[in-house]
């Protein structure tokens, strides 16, 4: 993809950014740059590959899925503002 002086400049009114000539050359040398990396990545034929979640073939170690702490639900009711029926009453937000 190509951009254009004219491009930069339009892109930087849309986003309100006041931008001079000079620094919007710089912007389209880096613009330019980085779609150009963009399509050398994309000519890459990738189809032969299988999508991985992570780099390196690790998996996370796991723990027992155990409970490690007693209820103590009550207690923490029992300081609340505002409990009815085992819930926690906040102030209504969003009208």
Known sequence: MS???????RVAN??????GEDEARA????????FSLIEQ????DTSALK??????DVTQRLRPDAVTETDQRELFQSI?????????LV????E
């Not at 849309?14 to 931008?19: D, M």
């Not at 990545?41 to 890459?44: F, G, H, L, S, T």
């Open 51 to 56: 999508p991985m979640s992570h780099s390196q």
């Open 14 to 19: 849309l986003a309100r950014i006041e931008i």
């Open 80 to 88: 609340a503002p505002q409990v009815e029926g085992g819930l926690y």
């Open 41 to 44: 990545m994309q000519a890459v």
């Open 27 to 34: 912007a389209l040398t880096q613009l330019s740059g980085i």
């Open 3 to 9: 951009l254009s002086l004219d491009d930069v400049k």
């Open 91 to 94: 102030p209504k937000v969003i």
